[in-house]
């Protein structure tokens, strides 16, 4: 079974565990955050204390640091998709809004340990991510 949670910042870590995805009910309800093209004062607040379970910031980096290693090619890029498929995985509660970002794109461009590139495909519409550990 493929088990979609929804609960409050208090909701129970093993209750969080058991979910393939989770969803916090306040980022549900906020209003669309507008941050992905600037840093304002709010937005480093949430990304530096995330809510009680969630990972912080130097756990996360950790992980997709580890992440890009176990999935990259010879030539050290790893497909966004896969990176963030596996982060959903390690962490059902892992939500780009909860740090403050609408897409993993974004969050991971804020974060200075990677780099991140796009790659066009033979469909103008179709755009492939790659990152790289620094």
């Given amino acids: 079974m493929y088990v979609i949670g929804m609960g409050e910042k208090k909701t129970p870590s093993p209750f969080i565990a ?3 995805k989770f969803k916090y009910l ?4 906020a209003i669309p955050i507008n941050s992905d093209k600037s840093h304002t004062g709010d937005i480093q607040e949430k990304q530096d204390a995330p809510k009680e379970g969630m990972a912080n ?3 996360l980096i950790k992980s997709i640091k580890i992440i890009i290693t176990e999935t990259s090619g010879e030539d050290g890029w790893a497909s966004l998709s896969e ?3 596996r982060l959903n995985k390690r962490y059902p509660d892992f939500d780009t809004r909860n740090y403050g970002h609408s897409k993993l794109a974004p969050l991971i461009s804020s974060l200075k340990q990677f780099e991140i590139q796009s790659r066009k495909t033979s469909n ?5 991510y790659f990152i790289k550990n620094k």
């Fill in 18 to 20: 058991a979910c393939e």
């Fill in 26 to 29: 306040e980022v549900l309800a």
């Fill in 57 to 59: 910031m130097k756990e």
């Fill in 83 to 85: 990176v963030g498929n």
């Fill in 124 to 128: 103008p519409h179709n755009i492939h």
